[in-house]
């Protein structure tokens, strides 16, 4: 347990006295799902995902990103970091305060969303993940309420189906503890919230 949540907790070996831990999902059950997770271990950050790419070079993806209240650039209200010690970019804000993070110099850099109150929420194992998740219905009757097929067909994917949506969250709750965020002055951790985040 990681403040409250579940994660696992993998040692690389580096000799005896160069070996590295790192926290991963706790539905990393075997080495090599862990080792995606964990990046290449290259002292050079994975390039900037493609998708984010196309969006920084296209008013009209940014206009479509800004219709589901997620707009760039952005600074989140406080200094954070994450616990794990993972590097953590902020890539986009929220109307209400709240900030967009990749996270990760890995391959595919999970993406976190805090709110200006102290909560934050795990989106997706990467930015398509995320979105795919963000412009996708509730079937549970939450926000958000219905699926935004425009926005997804902007960014060429596809509206998660209603089971694909539950399965998203159970996926989402399984990396919140690796994830964990952490206010850097006051060192306490935010609280996970698994509805925080809102269209």
Not at 24 to 50: I, N
Not at 53 to 58: A, D, K, L, M, P
Not at 80 to 89: D, E, I
Not at 95 to 111: E, I, M, N, S
């Amino acid at each position: 347990m990681v403040l409250g949540r579940a994660a696992r907790l993998v040692v690389r070996s580096g000799g005896a006295w160069d070996g590295t831990a790192g926290l991963v999902p706790a539905d990393a059950t075997d080495p090599v799902t862990a080792a995606r997770w964990l990046g290449d271990g290259a002292a050079e950050p994975a390039p900037v995902p493609e998708l984010l790419t196309r969006i920084w070079e296209s008013e009209e993806l940014q206009d479509v990103l800004a219709g589901l209240d997620c707009a760039m650039p952005h600074e989140h209200v406080e200094p954070v970091h994450l616990y794990c010690g993972a590097a953590l970019y902020a890539v986009a804000g929220h109307g209400t305060g709240g900030t967009y993070f990749l996270c990760g110099d890995g391959p595919r850099r999970p993406v976190l969303y805090a709110d200006s109150e102290g909560g934050y929420q795990v989106l997706g194992r990467d930015l398509a993940e995320a979105l795919r998740f963000m412009v996708s219905a509730d079937p549970d009757g939450g926000e958000p309420e219905d699926a935004d097929a425009e926005a997804a067909a902007a960014f060429g994917l596809r509206p998660l189906s209603p089971e694909e949506y539950r399965a998203h969250r159970r996926e989402a709750d399984a990396m919140a503890g690796a994830l964990t965020l952490v206010m850097l002055e006051e060192n306490n951790a935010y609280e996970y919230r698994p509805d925080t985040w809102f269209r």
